[in-house]
């Protein structure tokens, strides 16, 4: 084989494998995005309406079907939702008071250190309270 049709194999190879990276990544950003707030969003109508859709055409209702799940498939994302908040204001305080009773065997650098990082956690928790704080 010389050396040109070795070169033009080698771009060839690459360019399959970037185009599949590409697609690979532009999905996953979509995924991320996009599709799970919307699976994972309890509080607004788009959402609810996603998750409606979907378990519609997984299960195939008809229209009359459809309409007498609507309002029971919203009311179970509502419940889902008070208790995830319930959870996260439950989780939040438990794990608060665990820390207050671990920083006084920290050094001033450690408890500090630990108060960011249960300050970033919790601002990740928080999500799912919305605007409401615990």
């Given at each position: 084989m010389d050396r040109k049709t070795k070169l033009k194999a080698g771009c060839g190879l690459l360019?399959?494998?970037?185009?599949?990276f590409l697609c690979g990544g532009v999905a996953l950003f979509l995924f991320l995005v996009r599709i799970i707030p919307l699976s994972e969003g309890w509080r607004d109508e788009e959402s609810k309406k996603f998750v409606t859709?979907?378990?519609?055409?997984?299960?195939?209702l008809s229209d009359s079907q459809l309409e007498q799940a609507r309002p029971?498939?919203?009311a179970a994302l509502d419940e889902r939702y008070e208790r995830r908040k319930a959870y996260v204001k439950e989780d939040i305080a438990l794990t608060g008071e665990a820390l207050s009773k671990v920083l006084p065997t920290l050094t001033d650098t450690q408890q500090e250190k630990?108060?960011?990082v249960f300050q970033r956690?919790?601002?990740g928790k928080e999500r799912f309270?919305?605007?409401e704080q615990p």
């Open positions: 360019a399959v494998f970037g185009t599949g859709d979907h378990l519609s055409k997984q299960l195939d029971l498939i919203h630990a108060k960011q956690w919790k601002k309270l919305g605007d």
